[in-house]
Nanobody, 127 residues
Framework: QVRLVESGGGMVQAGGSLTLTCTAS????????VAWFRHIPGTERIGIAC??????SKYYSDAVKGRFTVSGDSAKVSLHMTNLTPEDTSVYYC??????????????????????WGQGTQVTVSS
């Protein structure tokens, strides 16, 4: 089954940094934009960032803007997270919209629009 793979999660103290990476084993990530979501059990997955390598567009949610940076190439997409707070504790997922729609700078990724997902990676921020 074709899927994405997240890595880089872990435990960090408040104020620290982590970089998550999204890779694909046997296909290019550049064909469809890549979005990052985070999920706390009992809530919906929330889109926090996306990167479209076809046109360079990026999106950041207000919760992460200025602290998180998304970058990448056809082999991997990274989410560099700085100044982490306990509120950032979550499972983080990368995903792709296989319909080919663009990442929009003014519109958050919506979980129902994405068909290809990774298994998620846990990020825990201690106070």
């Amino acid at each position: 089954q074709v899927r994405l793979v997240e890595s880089g999660g872990g435990m960090v103290q408040a104020g620290g940094s982590l970089t998550l990476t999204c890779t694909a084993s046997d296909f290019s990530l550049g064909k469809y934009h890549v979005a990052w979501f985070r999920h706390i059990p009992g809530t919906e997955r929330i889109g926090i960032a996306c990167l479209d390598m076809r046109d360079g567009s990026k999106y950041y949610s207000d919760a992460v803007k200025g602290r998180f940076t998304v970058s990448g190439d056809s082999a991997k997409v990274s989410l560099h997270m700085t100044n982490l707070t306990p509120e950032d504790t979550s499972v983080y997922y990368c995903a792709q919209d296989l319909r080919g729609y663009n990442c929009r700078e003014d519109y958050p990724p919506f979980v129902g629009s994405y068909q290809r997902w990774g298994q998620g990676t846990q990020v825990t921020v201690s106070s």
